[in-house]
């Protein structure tokens, strides 16, 4: 029974591999440990930041520049003999394998995960947990060679691009809020999600990326308008969010 159970994990995986082709032109990934955030870029361009997991200990993640060398969808969870696709497997639903520190997309990857709440937690034993359908759009967006910086800096995604060789343009968050957009204690959704990462990346944390605008992401805000000689009202308003555009 356990020789059928592993030539089955053994065969969806090979269903589901996709070889490796070139990266498309412009595509970056950065991952920054001291904010546990993920910057994806396309075409030179900041599309989206994504709150990510990584390792519990500061030596887990390795650290510098490496590809993404394989895609995988629902990979199995080999170590506890999880297949591909159940709700215990702690992969996810989606493996993009790195070739970091000799390995080749089978050790590191940056995966799916069965434990929301570890999000944005130092959690992993090296590799980086997103959401699952966070790894689901990126995965259908990124090819094998994309490559990837992991770092832990105080810089901003823009800034480390630079001191990586790779030159980036555009806004230094997601051009994704309306600057008619008000938000304040209270407010719920995508766009807080959007501030409270644009304030994070800053340095300015908000006790999580949760979508919710509570008393952290107030004190963030303050904070951050305060810095930028802006009124402190605590109300993200145009004049907030050209301040945290500025690269």
Known sequence: MKKILLSLLLFLSMVFYEAPALAAGGDLIIINKSTNLLAYYKNSTLVK???VGTGREASF???GKFKIVNKIVNRPYYK????????KNPLGNRWLGLNAKGTWGTTYA????NNPSSIGKYVSGGCIRMHNEEVQWLYGKVAVNTPVIITTSKLPFHSIASVNGYKV???AIPATVPPSVLLKMGSKG???KTLQIALTQRGYKTNGIDGIF???TDAALKKFQKDSKLKMTGIADSETWKALEKI
């Open 169 to 171: 343009t555009g806004q």
């Open 61 to 63: 993640t390795p650290e």
């Open 49 to 51: 930041i994504f709150s």
């Open 190 to 192: 995508e766009h807080v």
């Open 110 to 113: 940056i995966h799916g995960n």
């Open 80 to 87: 506890e003999k999880i297949p591909g696709g159940s709700p």
């Open 214 to 216: 509570g008393s952290g």
